[in-house]
């Protein structure tokens, strides 16, 4: 063969290997999701943090059973909006300020595929914890989901808001120490206000209305009612409504805003 020949083989031999798109990501991905698994903070805050919940709440309450009904659900939203919101605005910010997705930009590998794995993997590992959630609830509570539709979808709206905001935090936050308190300080009142640590309905009525427009309220309400059995086709459009226009406008600003150089590290 030709040298020629030799090096046309050889182009298409690295173009074969070349991530694109869905491929990509998928390539990514494995990669991800054990970085995930092999950082303590992201697995004791997104998987053991909610377990722990949960069996704090219904220890300390009168009935554990009544109880588990209502916060296995509202700990499953809390798994996935920590999963998502806080440990992407986290290690986003920590990969951005020491030169790690600039790198990104100079390999083969399509940026918005190595986003996309980034925010699948959170998603995975956060999804893992609501199964096993439930699985606890449901052996040592007897708390058994009466409509799993309904609570698919609460977790899924969970899982795209809460995406969504982690990406767009990383605008807001400049400093790779300052990630963790800012996403925190995010994160956290938006989950007190949604009723994840405790009902909406034993706040002022005037708490009640202003939450029922915060991220994750109709989600985590859907989620409570699915494990009730009451869920209905309102709160099911409700739900949905809500959490698609804080996904939308929250990924739009994201898409627009998110920026793949260091801001303070030069």
Same mark, same amino acid.
């Given at each position: 063969?030709?040298?020629?020949?030799?090096?046309?083989t050889?182009d298409?031999?690295a173009?074969?290997?070349v991530?694109t *798109?869905?491929?990509?990501?998928?390539?990514q991905?494995? %990669?991800? !999701?054990?970085?995930q698994?092999?950082n303590?903070?992201?697995?004791?805050f997104?998987?053991?943090l909610?377990l722990l919940? &949960?069996?704090?709440?219904?220890a300390t309450?009168? =009935?554990?059973?009544?109880a588990?009904d209502?916060y296995v659900?509202? +700990?499953m939203?809390l798994?996935?909006?920590s999963?998502?919101l806080? $440990?992407?605005a986290?290690t986003?910010?920590?990969?951005?300020?020491?030169?790690? &997705?600039k790198?990104v &930009?100079?390999?083969?590998l399509?940026?918005s595929?190595?986003?996309g794995s980034?925010? #699948?993997?959170? *998603?995975?590992?956060a999804l893992t914890?609501?199964?096993?959630?439930? !699985?606890v609830g449901?052996?040592?509570?007897?708390?058994?989901?009466q409509?799993? *539709?309904?609570?698919?979808?609460a977790?899924?709206l969970?899982?795209a808001?809460g995406?969504a905001?982690?990406v767009?935090? +990383? #605008?807001?936050i400049?400093?790779?120490t300052a990630a963790?308190?800012?996403? $925190?300080?995010i994160?956290?009142?938006l989950?007190?206000?949604? *009723?994840?640590f405790f009902?909406?309905?034993?706040t002022p009525q005037?708490f009640? $209305?202003?939450a029922?427009?915060?991220p994750?309220t109709r989600?985590?309400?859907?989620?409570? =009612?699915a494990y009730?059995? +009451?869920?209905?086709?309102?709160d099911?459009?409700?739900?949905?409504a809500v959490?698609? !226009? %804080?996904?939308?406008v929250?990924?739009a600003?994201?898409?627009r805003?998110?920026?793949?150089a260091p801001?303070?590290r030069r």
């Amino acid at each position: 063969m030709s040298a020629y020949g030799a090096e046309r083989t050889r182009d298409r031999r690295a173009e074969r290997h070349v991530p694109t *798109g869905l491929g990509g990501m998928v390539s990514q991905l494995r %990669w991800d !999701i054990l970085q995930q698994l092999r950082n303590p903070a992201a697995v004791f805050f997104t998987l053991a943090l909610p377990l722990l919940f &949960l069996v704090a709440f219904a220890a300390t309450s009168d =009935d554990a059973a009544k109880a588990a009904d209502y916060y296995v659900p509202a +700990t499953m939203a809390l798994a996935v909006a920590s999963g998502t919101l806080t $440990n992407l605005a986290v290690t986003l910010t920590y990969l951005r300020e020491y030169g790690q &997705l600039k790198r990104v &930009l100079v390999t083969p590998l399509p940026r918005s595929s190595y986003l996309g794995s980034r925010i #699948v993997a959170a *998603g995975l590992v956060a999804l893992t914890t609501c199964v096993v959630l439930g !699985i606890v609830g449901l052996i040592v509570y007897d708390a058994a989901v009466q409509q799993v *539709g309904m609570l698919v979808v609460a977790v899924l709206l969970t899982l795209a808001v809460g995406s969504a905001l982690g990406v767009l935090c +990383t #605008v807001m936050i400049r400093s790779e120490t300052a990630a963790a308190p800012i996403a $925190n300080a995010i994160g956290l009142p938006l989950m007190l206000a949604s *009723g994840v640590f405790f009902p909406l309905d034993s706040t002022p009525q005037w708490f009640e $209305n202003v939450a029922r427009y915060l991220p994750f309220t109709r989600s985590v309400e859907l989620g409570v =009612d699915a494990y009730a059995g +009451t869920a209905t086709s309102t709160d099911l459009l409700a739900a949905v409504a809500v959490g698609g !226009i %804080w996904a939308l406008v929250a990924g739009a600003l994201a898409v627009r805003l998110f920026t793949w150089a260091p801001m303070k590290r030069r």
